[in-house]
């Protein structure tokens, strides 16, 4: 195999990635309904811990990852990452016949580590783009997200063995197949990228300097804090709504599955039609504002949906607060470059992606024990972050502008 990125690089990367979160979304919205059935305790800590469990190993282990493929290259990196997702997603359909809550924790603390690697998959992209071209590969990334939240569930509606009692092991034995696939196509076909003697960037495990750079500078704090409260509140709802229309509504399991599908196809068309159209022609400030008042809105739909019972008001909500946060937390990145340093953008826009996983990692942890107090108060509580968050975007959006340079000898930030 060449040294040297072939032609297509950029294509393979994204199908490896896109096959590997079809398996991923396919496991998601089943996940807590799983364990549920398991056995768990009735205050829903233990159900919060296995929601959070993934983004918490992938916090912690996403620079590591990358600072081993600035060492011995990307493509090695790629390979244990799916060869982990193979082993970690067989285990869960193994966990899933036992039926052992503690067995489902440990595969997806596992596949929180291989899934790590996507920071490696970015990486890659780097590697392999000129500067001009960069913005769009990064995107083949966000587009293999949004395409794996999307049929992920749809193949979760063709793995699940029956309707109502168990979900059973083929959405993980599936998910390993998918894996497995997705490390093929790397073995033989997704070069090296890192070139030796290139630049390698120097990363850290946890960079408390760049938060402490990031939380100190008054036009960046402010972002930061807005997007917590917002990815915070959004997660919440992400990792109730499964149990709730199960629960509540009494859905089957394909039904849950599809409902996941429909989100997801109504976030691909939000963005892009409406949210590329408005961008550039509305301020992000306003775009975000906004987004999170339409959030709260949503929010207090599912409420009364909740309240009635009536799922047709449930599924008023849903494509309300997906538009909200579409509308939300794209503008909210944007903002956060806009007012960096551009030698500094990737320690703050690293330290702002570390904020949105603290962020799903507290919401599953905080969203689950609610909704077993209350099955509305989680999107109580939402709903009244939403409308903090738009007080926020506001406050933020009046405390700075775009980064500027002051002179030809130092840079600054005009406030």
Do not use: H
Request: net charge neutral; hydrophobic share 50%.
């Amino acid at each position: 195999m060449s040294d040297s990125p072939r032609t297509g690089s950029l294509l393979v990367i994204f199908l490896t990635v896109f096959i590997d979160l079809l398996g991923f979304g396919m496991v998601l919205p089943l996940l807590p309904l799983y364990a549920n059935q398991f056995g768990t305790d009735g205050g829903g800590w233990m159900l919060g811990v296995l929601m959070a469990s993934f983004s918490v190993m992938q916090f912690l282990f996403s620079p590591l990852w990358g600072r081993l493929s600035d060492r011995i290259g990307r493509r090695p990196v790629l390979m244990i990452g799916l060869a982990g997702s193979v082993v970690f997603y067989a285990l869960f359909g193994v966990g899933s016949v036992m039926e052992s809550y503690w067995m489902l924790l440990a595969t997806r603390i596992g596949a929180g580590i291989s899934g790590a690697t996507i920071s490696t998959a970015q990486a890659y992209i780097a590697d392999t783009t000129s500067l001009e071209k960069r913005p769009k590969g990064m995107a083949l990334i966000g587009m293999a997200f949004g395409m794996g939240f999307t049929f992920g569930p749809l193949l979760g509606f063709f793995a699940v063995r029956n309707e109502m009692e168990n979900p059973g092991p083929w959405p993980g034995y599936l998910a390993a197949m998918l894996s497995a696939c997705a490390l093929l196509m790397a073995i033989f076909w997704l070069p090296e990228s890192r070139q030796p003697g290139g630049y390698q960037a120097r990363r850290k495990w946890l960079d408390f300097q760049g938060l402490s750079l990031a939380v100190t500078t008054p036009s960046i704090g402010p972002l930061l804090l807005t997007s917590f409260v917002c990815v915070f509140s959004f997660a919440q709802y992400e990792v109730t709504l499964s149990l709730l229309i199960k629960e509540e509504f009494e859905f089957s399991f394909r039904g849950v599955c599809l409902t996941y599908a429909s989100i997801g196809f109504t976030l691909a068309a939000i963005q892009g039609g409406l949210v590329r159209r408005l961008a550039g022609r509305i301020a992000e400030t306003a775009l975000a504002s906004s987004g999170a008042l339409i959030q709260a809105i949503g929010f207090g739909l599912a409420i009364v949906g909740v309240g009635q019972g009536s799922v047709e008001i449930l599924f008023v909500a849903m494509p309300v607060v997906v538009l909200g946060f579409s509308l939300m937390q794209p503008n909210l990145n944007s903002l956060l470059s806009r007012r960096t340093d551009p030698a500094r953008q990737g320690v703050i826009l690293g330290v702002g992606q570390s904020v949105s996983s603290l962020a799903r990692i507290v919401g599953s942890l905080v969203g689950i024990p609610l909704l077993r107090m209350r099955v509305d108060s989680p999107y109580y509580m939402a709903a009244a972050l939403m409308v903090l968050g738009s007080f926020l975007v506001l406050v933020a959006g009046r405390r700075g502008r775009d980064y500027e340079a002051v002179d030809s000898g130092s840079e600054g930030v005009t406030e």
